[in-house]
């Protein structure tokens, strides 16, 4: 099995901050075999992230970073650029 920083980066954009795509990113992002096969990156606004958070009820944590190799690796997280 390979390592949490062998794992390959995925990126989605967030779309419209007013549109669904921020919620449908937390929900898909909080699923735990998600960061079994890969190291989640959103672009976009990561305050826009934690509050589709809060609104669909997600747990997941939702971290800014400065470049695109910083994904965390630890599950129920996922990183915003």
Do not use: W
């Amino acid at each position: 099995m390979a390592g949490p920083n062998s794992l390959p980066i995925i990126g989605i954009t967030m779309g419209d901050p007013a549109g669904i795509g921020p919620e449908v990113i937390v929900k898909a992002f909080a699923v735990p075999e998600v960061h079994g096969f890969c190291r989640p990156l959103v672009i976009g606004d990561a305050a826009r992230l934690r509050k589709a958070g809060k609104i669909v009820g997600s747990k997941l944590s939702i971290r800014s970073i400065e470049q695109p190799e910083q994904p965390s690796n630890e599950r129920r997280s996922t990183a915003s650029i």
